[in-house]
């Protein structure tokens, strides 16, 4: 009985406690400073004259950017929607008077700052938001706003009215003052301009083709040339509605930036990742590398063809561009720094620039290690663990040498298996070595840089894999590669793989898979012992890079295995058709498979995006083989796949062991594929602990089938 009454007596202290915190906290506004006002967020905005062009949406969206102040309790940052309960301004007004203590401790943690109306100052606001319509084109237009009272007297929310006014159009668009060379090069790619007649008048459209003039001088010698050189001039008087404008350079544009100038001398300077200063030298040419110790940290000759231009040549910015990327692309520099100098004679400044290069090299090695838990619908559970080690720069070379050791075990999760107690009953274990250049090593490429611009890779690789299931079989996997990747555009990427020998060998096999293999003639021809001699060729185009609503990544690849080496067969008498061929003593593998996979990115907004994704796949098996190699054959489910199933758990088609069946443990996989996902992602919070927190719903749909029966 006294336990019971002290539990109603502190039952009744919180209550009241609670009771006496609502209480005094009813009011928002209570303790504001003297002739503030709160401010509760935007009753509406009224748009008059509203233009729905995608201009029109743009301004509209800036204009609302700039006006809309969240209030407290927002609603996920929102201007207009407030939580019902403004918890930390009860606190503010019912904590602040306290000094010290508990009160001052919860002041402190728990309470919001009013917003008030004197900071949000609405009167710049739509000052920057009329002003937002006029680069828009829309000279007519303005924003005014007006003051809504509320049911407290201390507290206001505002109305705006967006009057948009009407548009304006370009009309006549000429190009004056220029130097009769700057006037050329204008006329001759005249048809690149970012503006034309007719088009909405539109602020940001004007600085781009500034911008595109600026790059078009400075890609042409001129170094020194600025955007704030070119200035415009526009007249809406002569045609209503319309406006026709001059583009000119300023009447201060410095002398030095209406000069052509030269490259000169190249002078690298390399500091070593201790910060090791440079010493010595080395130099061919015009051409000339500082560096510490006994020889480059770095080799000459992969340092010199990262350099895209020569001396005597016009200055380029896209040069210096591309030459920076290339550097960066070594991955063995922390950063460059490129300065141009100009050279003086007899204390007169020539048209000639010496090019400075600091180069700081990074740490010799990276790596990384990464572990997980994986659970299958089988029963099975256990940890992985992957690790990766690379030793950047190799041999002086600019390549990375990479060296990955990855392994994972799994338990069967019941208590009995078969009648048999848990044991650990699988595991698998890899190790591959890789070597990686940024560019193409071909002997036939000698010429001093690679013939594209953009990102350019070999890839030589060596690997070996064992799987192993207790009391089934153990399979022991090992082959090489070697692959190129090339990109003639940024948005375009060829990948080939001339060779790809894989080598697939069960080491040892039990009874009851036997008894298995039997039972599913498919399961064990896809595991039985076979050579893989293929060939792949892998096109991608990704214009991602580009800011615009609809983003595209596309990407389709052809493999062929073993068709070289028949068309070998054949060109020595024995039919390409025959069957049983043999490689180094070994069957090989014969199929041809082809994946498409396409992605489709919306951006609404910055904070709201539709991604969508659609794969497809076939593999057709044939000649020596008609079932494709297990390491081949296609699988759905996983965290890249469909979500709400773990990996090689779908299929082929309606098919799915139960797990009593002999076959629960088998991975679920077919010769054809076809998978689909649909995602929305949305930003939660903005500054969310020094960064964003994001969330995204997603709907998944995906299988594998068979091409040939298999009961």
């Known amino acids: 009985m006294k336990k019971q009454r002290m539990k109603i007596r502190n039952y009744n202290i919180l209550l009241v406690l609670l009771l006496l915190l609502m209480g005094t906290a009813c009011s928002t506004t209570r303790n504001l400073p003297e002739g503030e006002v709160l401010y509760t967020g935007i009753k509406d905005i009224h748009i008059n004259r509203n233009d729905q062009s995608p201009i029109g949406e743009k301004a509209l969206a800036e204009v609302e950017a700039a006006i809309s102040i969240a209030p407290n309790n927002s609603f996920f940052g929102s201007a207009k929607k407030r939580i019902p309960f403004p918890f930390g301004l009860w606190i503010y007004n019912s904590f602040k008077r306290y000094e010290k203590g508990l009160g001052k401790w919860i002041f402190k943690k728990l309470a919001a700052e009013p917003v008030l109306l004197s900071t949000v100052t609405q009167d710049t606001r739509v000052k920057v938001a009329s002003n937002l319509l006029h680069d828009y084109g829309y000279f007519n237009g303005n924003v005014t706003y007006q003051v809504d009272s509320t049911k407290n007297p201390r507290a206001i929310k505002l109305t705006y009215h967006v009057n948009m006014g009407q548009p304006y159009y370009l009309d006549s668009i000429r190009y004056q003052g220029f130097s009769p060379r700057a006037d050329s090069m ?17 602020v940001t459209k004007l600085n781009e083709e500034r911008q595109r003039l600026v790059d078009l001088f400075r890609n042409n010698g001129y170094y020194y040339y600025r955007t704030d050189f070119i200035t415009f001039l526009a007249d809406t008087l002569m045609h209503p509605g319309y406006v026709n404008l001059k583009i000119l350079p300023k009447a201060s544009v410095p002398r030095e930036a209406l000069r052509t100038y030269y490259i000169g001398n190249t002078s690298v300077y390399l500091t070593g990742y201790n910060g090791e200063q440079p010493t010595d030298s080395m130099q061919t040419r015009n051409f000339t ?23 005597g040549e016009q200055y380029s910015q896209i040069k210096q561009n591309y030459t920076q990327e290339a550097l960066a692309r070594l991955g063995v520099f922390k950063f460059s720094e490129f300065r141009y100098i100009p050279r003086m004679n007899d204390s007169i400044v020539t048209d000639t620039l010496d090019v400075h290069v600091n180069a700081t090299f990074d740490l010799p090695y990276d790596s990384e290690l990464e572990l997980n838990v994986t659970t299958k619908s089988t029963k099975q559970t256990g940890p992985g663990a992957i690790f990766n080690l690379s030793k950047k720069n190799f041999q002086r070379m600019g390549a990375s040498l990479n060296l990955e050791l990855k392994g994972s075990y799994e338990w069967q999760t019941s208590s009995t298996v078969d009648g048999e107690s848990s044991v650990m009953n699988s595991y698998e274990l890899g190790a591959a070595l890789s070597l990686e250049f940024p560019r193409l090593v071909l002997p036939w490429v000698r010429n001093r840089v690679d013939p594209f611009r953009f990102p350019s890779h070999t890839n030589f690789k060596v690997y070996a894999e064992q799987v192993n299931r207790a009391r089934y079989f153990k399979m022991l996997s090992f082959g090489g590669t070697v692959s190129y990747s090339f ?58 890079y580009k800011k615009k609503k609809n983003r595209i990544w596309w990407e389709n690849s052809v493999t062929s295995a073993g068709n070289v080496t028949s068309l070998i067969y054949a060109a020595f008498g024995q039919k390409f058709s025959q069957k049983d061929k043999k490689l180094l003593g070994t069957p090989f593998a014969q199929f ?15 904070k709201h995006q539709l991604a969508s994704r659609i794969m497809g796949g076939v593999i057709w098996s044939y000649g020596n083989k008609t079932i494709a190699p297990y390491s081949e054959q296609f699988y759905v489910g996983g965290a890249n796949s469909i979500r709400a199933f773990t990996i090689r758990s779908i299929g082929p088609g309606r098919f799915h062991p139960a797990s009593s069946s002999s076959y629960s443990y088998v991975d679920e996989t077919g010769d054809i594929k076809l998978e689909a996902n649909l995602e929305y992602r ?30």
């Open 592 to 606: 041809l498979k082809f994946t498409s996979e396409f992605r489709h990115l919306y951006t609404f907004s910055e």
């Open 682 to 711: 949305f930003r939660i919070f903005s500054n969310f602990l020094g960064g964003n927190l994001n969330g995204a719903a997603f709907l998944d749909a995906g299988n594998v089938w068979l091409l040939r029966k298999d009961e």
């Open 186 to 202: 204008i006329q001759a790619t005249y048809k690149e301009r970012i503006i034309k007649p007719g088009d909405h008048f539109d």
């Open 487 to 544: 990109q003639p555009k940024r948005s375009m990427k060829h990948t080939v793989t001339p060779l790809h020998l894989a080598f697939n060998t069960l080491q040892h096999r039990t009874a009851r898979f036997d008894s298995i293999a039997n039972a599913n003639p498919m399961l064990f021809h896809s595991l039985d012992e076979q050579f893989i001699p293929s060939v792949t060729y892998t096109l991608t185009y990704d214009d991602t």
């Open 289 to 311: 590398v500082h560096y510490a110790g006994d020889k480059p940290g770095l080799r000459y000759g992969v340092l010199r063809k990262r350099f895209l231009y020569r001396s």
